[in-house]
């Protein structure tokens, strides 16, 4: 029997040869959208963590979920988020935190001879074959592209739609999801982030992991899609919070992109 690894590699190839021969005036994002879509499914599936490649699938939802090794820029200001996160800790964050992981992590794929054409939650699904450099970079490269997606000056008050209705009947009401995503940000030891994620049963749960691990990760104890990601390393808010972590994450409620997790909801489901 054809496996399933095996048919969706072989889609990918045909895709990159018709353009090729055909020279299709497909645009690069749209071939790198399809190409991820195919890589994606290939390394979640075969992570038991979720089908996001499938018939059923509509349009580039899945695209929604690729993460690239490069970072991508900005949406907002670095001021834009003020009072919650101030200017000077987000430039920080930016361009030094973060930039240094996605550097750190195109010298991990050059050592290691990482195939770019797939996303890198490939990559995650399977770091347990990976270095440490790998493992600490890829995991902060990937976490901090969530990070800055999933934040907005506009941001609304609550999530709407098929993700409010999720939240409800996985957490029992908004609020008390409210209370254990803060339950988990706040008591975890030293370094990590908090997450809200989606599992195999479209179930949702809350968890956190340490250093830049991620709930991608084969080697997690705490697995699901990520949807909604906050980061809990002292470097994200102790210019502005310095000690009290918990105040910084209360603050986070007011600069949530919901519009943007209920897309990576859609997508996961």
């Not at 496996?3 to 045909?14: D, V």
């Not at 055909?22 to 979640?44: C, D, M, Q, Y």
């Not at 992991?209 to 697995?223: E, G, H, R, V, Y």
């Not at 502005?240 to 007011?254: E, I, T």
């Amino acid at each position: 029997m054809v496996s399933f690894r095996y048919l969706l590699t072989l889609k990918l190839e045909i895709s990159y040869l018709f353009m090729k021969l055909t020279e299709n005036p497909i645009s690069r994002r749209k071939f790198l959208s399809n190409s991820s879509k195919a890589g994606l499914a290939v390394g979640l599936v075969g992570s038991g963590i979720l089908s996001a490649c499938s018939n059923e699938a509509k349009g580039d939802a899945q695209a929604i979920l690729a993460t690239s090794f490069t970072q991508t820029p900005l949406s907002f200001d670095f001021g834009a988020l003020e009072p919650h996160i101030d200017a000077m800790t987000m430039e920080i964050h930016f361009t030094k935190h973060a930039a240094g992981y996605a550097k750190n992590l195109g010298e991990a794929v050059g050592e290691e001879n990482v195939n770019t054409n797939k996303p890198l939650e490939d990559v995650l699904a399977k770091i347990s074959n990976y270095s440490t450099k790998m493992r600490n970079n890829g995991g902060g490269h990937y976490n901090h592209e969530l990070f800055w997606q999933i934040m907005t000056p506009d941001a609304a008050e609550r999530p709407e739609g098929d993700l409010a209705e999720a939240i409800n009947s996985s957490f029992g009401s908004f609020e008390a999801f409210v209370e254990q995503f803060e339950a988990a940000a706040k008591t975890r030891f030293g370094s990590g982030w908090a997450w809200l994620v989606v599992g195999e049963d479209n179930k949702l749960s809350v968890g956190s992991t340490p250093n830049q691990d991620n709930p991608l990760m084969d080697i997690s104890d705490f697995k699901g899609i990520p949807l909604l990601g906050l980061d809990v390393w002292e470097h994200a808010y102790y210019l502005n919070y310095q000690n009290r972590r918990a105040d910084y994450v209360s603050a986070f409620w007011n600069i949530i992109n919901w519009k943007t997790v209920a897309e990576r909801y859609n997508a996961a489901i």
